[in-house]
């Protein structure tokens, strides 16, 4: 089981900050899933405006990070990195569930299950905990996409 530290998960997605929502992966199982961390801080600039006066981490990004880890063991699996030319996109979210609220402070552990690939279009369970309580879970479906400059 491989681990990646900020340095090597750079490598696999063009994200920086503030929109990379992977601090580490903590696991690789090749050909089955990829585990990873996400450090909640009071400092990160989404909490601003939402809300000031009770900060909660958006779904939305919770469903970002899932599909972060989704295109980092997509890599990792197939070989490569993203390019100019390659990228994985977010292209589909199936059954997404929001159970707890995420906060400053949380520490959230990201998993992603590859269920298929099939013509460059992959599937994945994933699911977020703080504490080892669910707070999300969804199927995330990715692509790859090839850009024509």
């Known amino acids: 089981m491989d681990k990646l530290d900020i340095t090597e998960i750079v490598k696999y997605l063009p994200h920086r900050y503030p929109f990379l929502l992977i601090d ?5 199982e090749a050909g089955v899933q990829l585990e990873a961390i ?3 801080t009071a400092n ?3 909490f601003t405006g939402h809300f000031p006066q009770f900060p909660v981490f ?3 990004l919770i469903l970002e990070a899932m599909a972060q880890c989704c295109a980092v063991y997509t890599f990792r699996e197939l070989g490569g990195y993203p390019s100019e ?5 977010l292209v589909g ?6 159970k707890k609220q995420v906060v ?3 520490q959230m552990k990201l998993k992603v299950v590859h269920q298929k690939t099939r013509r460059g279009i992959s599937r994945f369970e994933a699911t977020a905990l703080v504490d080892d309580t ?3 879970s969804a199927e995330i479906i990715i692509a790859k996409n090839e850009i024509e400059l």
């Open 93 to 98: 979210i199936d059954n997404a569930r929001f």
């Open 85 to 89: 030319e390659t990228l994985y996109l």
């Open 44 to 46: 990160e600039p989404i």
């Open 58 to 60: 958006p779904g939305v």
């Open 134 to 136: 669910l707070c999300c």
């Open 24 to 28: 580490r992966v903590t696991s690789i």
């Open 104 to 106: 400053p402070g949380d």
């Open 38 to 40: 996400k450090n909640v």
